[in-house]
C-alpha cells in the first residue's frame, strides 16, 4: 500500500508581506472592543479591595495569593482538569467514528447531518433541563431505564459518582456532534483519487483509515481538540442545571466555583484574580496542546 | 436521539402527566403548550430576538474574518504567529470573566439590550473560530490558483470575491453554520447585556420556574422550537458540508 505523501507546508511557500496586516485590521479592531477592554476592567478588579464603585483601595497582588492557596480552588482545578480529560478520550475517537460511518452520498447525507448536529443548536441551560428530567430515576427515561432495566441503584442528586457520570454522558451526548461534524468536513476533503489508489492496493478499511484518513484530518482535529478542551474545562451552564456543583463538591468544576465568588457572594477582587488565574490557566495548557498539535505531524 | 424524543414527547402532554407517574408513550396528547408559546408576546419576541442577533452575529463575523484569515494562510507578516494564537486566546476566556465589564461598557456606549449589541458581544467568541476554521480550509487550497489570476490580471479584492470566495463556499457554509451556533446557545452574556428588546429565548426559558413549580412541557415545547431555527440552517449548509471541497476538482 503507497504511503501518501505530505504535501509540502502551506508555510514554507508562504510570501513575507506586511501589507497584509490591513487585512487583518478588522479582526483586531473587533477584537480589542469585545475582549481587550473588558479584560482590562478585571485586572482593574483584581488588583483592588473594592467596597463600593466610589471606595477603592489598591492591595497589589493579595488576591491572587489568596486565591492560588485556596483548597477549595485547587480540588476543583484538579477536578476541571479530570474531567477535560475524560471528555476528550472519549468524545474525539467517537466523533471520529462517527465521521467514518456517516453516510457519503445519496439522500441520507443531509438526514444524517442535521440528525447528528441537532444537540449542538439546544440552548445549553435546556441541554441541562433535558438531562436533569431524563436521568431522574422516577420520570426520566434514561434514569428510570438504568435503575429497572439494569437493576443499578442511579441517582445523581444523592451518589457524587452517579453526578459525575451523569454529567459527563450529557457532555458527550451535547458535544461529540461537533468532533462528529468537523472530523467529517475533513474527510470530504480527501481527493477521491486516494481512494481508489486505496482500492486498488486491496488495503483493508483499518489500513485506509489509518494512513489516508487519520493523516488529512490532522488540522480539523487540531480545531476539535482544542475546542473541546477550551469548552469542558470551562464548562458552567449545564452541571449547574443538573447538578448544581453537588452533591458535596461533586461536580463544582473552576467556573461554577468562580461565578459563586463573583456573583454569590460579590466578591470583586478575589473574583477578578481568579477569572485572571483561571484564564491564564487555560491559554497554557492550550498553548501547550496548539504547539504538540501543530509540531507533531512535521 | 433518545433525549429529543423525549423532550418531544413531554411537548406533547400535559403538565400533570410529566410529573404524575413514569410513562414511556404520552397518555393524553396536547398540542396546548404551542399554542401558549406562540399566543404569548414575550415568548416568540424572544425567539424572534434569538434569531436576530444569530444572524447578524453570523454575518459580522464572517465578514470581519475573511480577509484576516486570507492573510493569515497566504501571507508571513510581522508578528502573524503571535496575533492568530492572541485571537485564539479570545475563544478561551470563560465567559464569566466578561459579564461585569460587558454591563459597564454596553450600558455607557448605548448598547445595552440591543440586537446589534448581542451581535457584536458574540464576536468575541465567534471571530476567532471563524478565523481559524477558514484559514484551515484556505491552506488547503493551492496557492498556485492565486499566482494564475495575478497573472491573468486580476486585483485582488476582484480575485477575492470573483474566484477565491466561491472556491471556499464549504469553507463559508461551515463558518456560518458554527457561528449561528455558539450564538444561539450561549445565554449568559446575552443574558446579562440585555434586559427586554433583544432578551434571548433561553434566557426567557429560565422564567417557567415560577411559584407553582417548573413548567416542564412548556418549557420541552421551547426547547423543542429552539432547535428548529438551527435545523433549517443546517438543512441549508448541508451540501457545503457535504459536497467536498473544490481542491480535489481543480
Redesign the interface.
Known amino acids: 500500500m503507497s504511503e501518501v505523501q505530505e504535501e509540502p507546508r502551506a508555510a514554507d511557500l508562504k510570501r513575507k508581506d506586511n501589507r497584509a496586516w490591513w487585512l487583518v485590521l478588522p479582526v483586531v479592531v473587533s477584537v480589542a472592543f469585545t475582549a481587550v477592554i473588558p479584560l482590562m476592567t478585571v485586572v482593574n478588579f483584581s488588583v483592588q479591595d473594592v467596597f463600593n464603585p466610589n471606595d477603592r483601595i489598591f492591595v497589589g497582588l493579595d488576591w491572587f495569593r489568596e486565591i492560588s492557596r485556596d483548597p477549595e480552588v485547587r480540588s476543583a482545578f484538579v477536578r476541571t482538569l479530570l474531567f477535560s480529560a475524560q471528555v476528550l478520550l472519549l468524545e474525539i475517537p467517537l466523533g471520529v467514528a462517527l465521521a467514518v460511518v456517516m453516510p457519503r452520498r445519496g439522500v441520507w447525507v443531509s438526514v444524517a447531518l442535521v440528525l447528528v448536529a441537532l444537540p449542538l443548536l439546544i440552548p445549553w441551560n435546556v441541554v441541562g433541563t433535558i438531562w436533569q428530567i431524563f436521568a431522574r430515576g422516577d420520570i426520566g427515561l434514561g434514569g428510570w431505564a438504568v435503575n429497572n432495566v439494569l437493576g443499578i441503584n442511579f441517582n445523581y442528586t444523592l451518589d457524587s459518582t452517579d453526578a459525575w457520570i451523569t454529567v459527563l454522558v450529557m457532555d458527550v451526548w451535547h458535544w461529540t456532534p461537533l468532533v462528529a461534524l468537523l472530523a467529517y468536513a475533513g474527510l470530504r476533503s480527501i481527493p477521491e483519487p486516494y481512494f481508489q489508489a486505496a482500492q486498488i492496493d486491496a488495503a483493508s478499511a483499518w489500513a485506509t483509515f489509518r494512513h489516508i484518513q487519520l493523516p488529512r484530518l490532522r488540522g480539523v482535529l487540531t480545531i476539535a481538540i482544542l475546542l473541546r478542551f477550551m469548552d469542558s474545562f470551562m464548562i458552567y451552564t449545564e452541571p449547574f442545571v443538573v447538578t448544581g456543583g453537588g452533591p458535596g463538591n461533586a461536580t463544582s468544576f473552576l467556573s461554577i466555583l468562580l461565578s459563586k465568588i463573583a456573583v454569590g457572594q460579590f466578591d470583586l477582587g478575589p473574583a477578578g484574580a481568579f477569572s485572571l488565574l483561571y484564564f491564564l490557566i487555560v491559554q497554557i495548557l492550550c498553548y501547550v496542546f496548539f504547539t504538540v498539535l501543530t509540531r507533531s505531524g512535521r | 436521539?433518545?433525549?429529543?424524543l423525549?423532550?418531544f414527547g413531554?411537548s406533547i402532554r400535559p403538565n400533570e402527566d410529566?410529573?404524575g407517574?413514569?410513562s414511556?408513550i404520552p397518555q393524553r396528547v396536547t398540542f396546548d403548550n404551542y399554542a401558549t408559546f406562540f399566543s404569548d408576546s414575550s415568548w416568540y419576541s424572544s425567539y424572534l430576538n434569538s434569531i436576530i442577533y444569530t444572524s447578524m452575529n453570523a454575518v459580522m463575523s464572517l465578514?470581519?474574518?475573511l480577509?484576516?484569515a486570507?492573510?493569515?494562510?497566504?501571507?508571513?507578516?510581522?508578528g502573524?504567529k503571535h496575533?492568530f494564537?492572541w485571537?485564539?486566546?479570545?475563544?478561551?476566556?470563560?465567559?464569566?470573566?466578561?459579564?461585569?465589564?460587558?454591563f459597564?461598557?454596553y450600558q455607557s456606549v448605548g448598547l445595552f439590550d440591543t440586537h446589534l449589541g448581542v451581535a457584536?458581544?458574540h464576536?468575541?467568541f465567534n471571530?476567532?473560530?471563524a478565523?481559524?476554521?477558514l484559514e484551515?480550509?484556505m491552506?488547503?487550497i493551492p496557492?498556485e490558483i492565486d499566482e494564475t489570476a495575478a497573472i491573468d490580471g486580476y486585483s485582488l479584492p476582484r480575485f477575492f470575491i470573483r474566484i477565491f470566495l466561491p472556491m471556499i463556499r464549504?469553507a463559508i457554509g461551515?463558518t456560518l453554520?458554527f457561528c449561528f451556533?455558539f450564538s444561539?446557545?450561549?445565554?449568559?452574556i446575552a443574558r446579562t447585556i440585555t434586559s427586554v428588546n433583544a432578551k434571548?429565548?433561553?434566557a426567557t426559558?429560565?422564567r417557567t420556574v415560577s411559584a407553582a413549580g417548573v413548567d416542564?412541557a412548556l418549557?420541552?415545547t421551547?426547547?423543542v422550537l429552539?432547535?428548529v431555527?438551527?435545523?433549517i440552517v443546517?438543512?441549508f449548509v448541508?451540501n457545503y458540508?457535504?459536497?467536498?471541497?473544490t481542491?480535489?476538482?481543480v
Open positions: 436521539m433518545l433525549p429529543l423525549w423532550m413531554m410529566i410529573l407517574s413514569f414511556l465578514v470581519v474574518a480577509p484576516a486570507y492573510a493569515f494562510s497566504r501571507f508571513r507578516f510581522a502573524d496575533l494564537f485571537l485564539l486566546t479570545n475563544r478561551m476566556a470563560p465567559p464569566a470573566v466578561f459579564l461585569l465589564p460587558f459597564q461598557i457584536i458581544a464576536m468575541l471571530v476567532p473560530l478565523v481559524w476554521i484551515g480550509f491552506s488547503g496557492r464549504s461551515v453554520f451556533m444561539w446557545v450561549e445565554l449568559l434571548p429565548i433561553a426559558m429560565t416542564w418549557l420541552a421551547a426547547g429552539t432547535i431555527p438551527g435545523a443546517i438543512w448541508r458540508i457535504a459536497k467536498g471541497f481542491m480535489g476538482r
